[in-house]
């Protein structure tokens, strides 16, 4: 009876030891994700400051020939 309850607590060891596993790498994917999005982010804020400065250079450009 020891023997059988020593073996099934080794085999939940091992078990519990691959869902931990499973578990550090599922994490380490999350937060290289993570990085790979507020690179992006940081990307697109960027682009944005550029687009608007030069939506602004357009808006004086195109001004010069309104007619009043």
Sequence with gaps: ???GMNAQIASA???QNAVADDVAQNINRIHS?????A???REVASS???LAELA???TGKVAFFKVA
């Design 1 to 3: 009876a020891i023997n």
């Design 13 to 15: 060891s091992i078990q």
């Design 33 to 37: 994700s993570t990085l790979e999005s």
């Design 39 to 41: 690179a992006g982010s």
């Design 48 to 50: 944005s400051e550029e």
């Design 56 to 58: 602004d250079r357009l």
